[in-house]
């Protein structure tokens, strides 16, 4: 098992790196300026120095390598001494990925942003899936019963209704009508006490049920249909001739086997989550990577952009493995060697 | 294996069984009124084609049968002197895998592949006998023994996939007699295997039967089998009993055309061998009705008007032993043995 996941992590390089070069050369062909934001009155030769000291004066190869090289390298050296605290040859003329707009480093941009992008994502996902099992689940077992029916009508209206839709909705009802909950996220918000915790615990409400009802609608689906196809099998029966009770039979054998293809679409749904996450960030403000990405693609931060996009990029390609990893845990018959 | 059945009254006494499924094109009449009984330490064979309602009968016996889409409609299942269908599901729970032991026919889907063989056979007994981990898992490798694997303390830990098509029936064998059972019920449990490990699989049936001394149900569709094993025979056609008689005398002396069409279709060693395999002409009944008239009429070379409007009651052909022997029943109108109609009711 070690042995296959460091090979597929040596596999990875190449992949990434092909991801890493066409997510460049996309942003690159795209016709935005960086300095098409400033006051018209900067003359022509002022904005040709603006760009060469942005390093756009460099040919397409050389301005990618370098990208590669602040990005793998140069980032990784950054938080290897700040984490264990060391000094790794000459850290102060280290080239880092710098955003155009603010000048400071992505990677510290991204690092303020994830906290509130990761708890969002990361409970809603939670979420989902405490939803979702346990209905899958029931919907199987009583299959064409009115809850099942009840689901089924649910998790369809929930999968095709978009989050930008139930967010809007939600706030309408909940802040707008009622006002129970904020239609704001306050990412200054620290907790510190009780009361802050209160708050901190009424604004996430919104955010996680609207992106984990949408997740939970897909996985109960998928749960549900995986149940039945072993419902029907033989070993179900047998573990019904050896006396198991009910319970026993369906939430330890049928709830064991069916978790196999689930476990494989959780883990490669994460990564879409966070993508997914983008839209429901812009909805309630939570100032997360959605929304630093949306900030930069609209302000033709192209360093930005293409290091947030190369992070999903790495997600997906890590959740990959890690859902084939899972599987050959989950399942005694699937060997890596 | 000639059994002279013993005077006790009997373990298990089916009378009436009837199990319906409720599909969409209707309902299927699956089991239809069948009665047989098992005396303890006897082997009974059931034999049909596909379709006869042998499964569904042993599995109605512990409502094994997916309820819904099936509805056991009447019948008394007396075992140790309770009616299975009666008992709560709690009471039969404990029947199922303690008092009754089953092996179902594929032994590649029937255990389940997440769980070491180990574990699954461990499972009835921590449940049934109240045995602790060490315990169990003492007995379960003594019962792999049983059954034949070798070096069964270290397969315990090895998953289903790991092991021989005929190497999962025995754990299927040893999961099933793990509780001492007072009947094995076997629901065709060499189909699925080829010849060589079929043959190893009842020789290891027939020493354990020694053994263990406990009544067993022999479902399945090959006449060879039955032969070598059973004490008596049961055949069944379209849900329903059709012939009943040791095995001596269902070979011998078959009663039933059905019976007597299914034993023309062996081929035979000794004599000349024939240009195609006999077959019998047409299909076997489609179920979607309670039968009105004989189910076998349509495919039956001796049927007559009478055939058509009743179904047969069942004749005992041989005098109904009172000394102990087995009897001989048949439910056809036609008196083979005299090329005439039965003259009775």
């Keep these: 098992m070690l042995r296959y996941a460091v090979r597929r992590l040596l596999f990875a390089i190449p992949t990434l790196l092909v991801i890493s070069f066409i997510i460049f050369a996309l942003l690159d062909l795209a016709p935005s300026d960086p300095t098409a934001q400033l006051p018209l009155t900067i003359p022509e030769e002022v904005r040709e120095m603006i760009k060469k000291s942005l390093g756009l004066g460099q040919p397409f190869h050389i301005r990618y390598l370098k990208w590669l ?54 409970i809603s996902y ?59 996220y306050d990412t200054t918000l620290e907790v510190t006490d009780v009361d802050s915790f209160i708050a901190q615990f009424k604004q996430m409400i919104m955010p996680v049920m609207v992106l984990g009802l949408f997740n939970a609608a897909q996985l109960s689906r998928f749960m549900r249909s995986s149940m039945l196809d072993n419902l029907n099998q033989e070993y179900v029966r047998t573990a019904r001739s050896k006396g198991l009770s009910e319970p026993v039979v369906i939430l330890v054998h049928v709830l064991r086997n069916s978790m196999i293809p689930v476990v494989t679409v959780i883990a490669l749904g994460l990564p879409s989550t966070f993508a997914g996450a983008i839209i429901t960030e812009q909805i309630f403000r939570i100032n997360g990577v959605g929304q630093l990405l949306i900030g930069a693609i609209e302000g033709a931060d192209i360093p930005t ?27 005694p018959r699937i060997r890596y060697d | 294996m000639d059994s002279v059945t013993p005077s006790t009254a009997p373990i298990l006494e089916v009378t009436d069984l009837r199990t319906v499924f409720g599909t969409r094109e209707g309902t299927v009449h699956a089991v239809n009124g069948v009665s047989f009984h098992l005396h303890e330490g006897e082997l009974l064979g059931i034999v049909g084609e596909s379709g006869s309602g042998k499964s569904v009968t042993v599995m109605s016996l512990l409502k094994l049968v997916p309820m819904p889409p099936a509805e056991i409609v009447s019948g008394r299942v007396m075992f140790n002197g309770r009616d299975l269908l009666k008992l709560g599901s709690s009471d039969l729970r ?119 001394g406990m009544a067993m149900i022999w479902i399945t569709h090959d006449l060879g089998v039955v032969a070598g094993i059973a004490d008596r025979v049961i055949v069944m056609y379209g849900g329903l009993l059709v012939e009943h008689a040791s095995v001596r005398d269902l070979y011998g002396n078959p009663q039933h055309p059905y019976t007597r069409a299914l034993l023309e279709t062996l081929p035979s060693l000794d004599s000349t ?73």
């Design chain 1, 69 to 122: 090289e602040q990005f793998m390298v140069n980032e990784p050296l950054n938080l290897i001494e700040q984490y264990w605290n060391i000094q790794i040859g000459d850290s102060e003329s280290r080239l880092r990925v710098r955003s155009w707009s603010t000048r400071a480093p992505v990677v510290d941009l991204i690092a303020d942003r994830l906290p509130q992008t990761l708890s969002v994502v990361g």
């Design chain 1, 126 to 184: 939670i979420v989902a899936i405490l939803i979702a099992v346990p209905i899958g689940v029931v919907s199987a077992y009583k299959q064409y019963s009115i809850f099942d029916q009840l689901g089924t009508f649910i998790s369809m209206v929930g999968f095709s209704v978009p989050t930008f839709f139930t967010g809007t909705v939600l706030i309408v009802i909940f802040s707008v009508m009622l006002g129970w909950l904020p239609s704001i």
């Design chain 1, 305 to 331: 952009v293409q290091t947030v996009t190369f992070i999903f990029a790495i997600l997906i390609v890590l959740f990959n493995l890690v859902a084939d990893l899972l599987y050959g845990i989950l399942d």
């Design chain 2, 94 to 212: 404990r029947v199922r895998g303690g008092e009754i032991g089953f092996v179902f026919q594929d032994p590649m889907t029937s255990l389940n592949p997440v769980f070491t063989v180990g574990y699954q056979l461990m499972e009835p007994l921590q449940k049934h006998l109240g045995l602790s981990k060490a315990e169990a898992r003492k007995r379960a490798a003594a019962l792999l023994d049983l059954v034949g694997i070798p070096s069964a303390v270290d397969r315990l830990d090895d998953y289903p996939h790991q092991f021989s098509g005929g190497m999962r029936q025995r754990v299927m064998i040893a999961i099933a007699l793990s509780c001492d059972p007072k009947l094995l019920i076997a629901d065709e449990p060499t189909t699925a295997l080829d010849v060589t490990i079929q043959a190893q699989i009842l020789e290891l049936v027939r020493k354990l039967r020694q053994e263990l």
């Design chain 2, 273 to 345: 061998r024939s240009k195609r395999l006999k077959t019998i002409f047409g299909q076997p009944p489609s179920l979607v009705a309670e039968p009105t008239s004989c189910p076998f009429a349509p495919r039956c070379q001796f049927a007559f008007d009478r055939c058509w409007k009743e179904n047969p009651s069942i004749h005992t052909t041989n005098g109904g032993w009172a000394d102990g022997r087995v009897s001989h029943d048949v439910a056809c109108w036609w008196d083979i043995d005299q090329g005439a109609p039965r003259d009775d009711g």
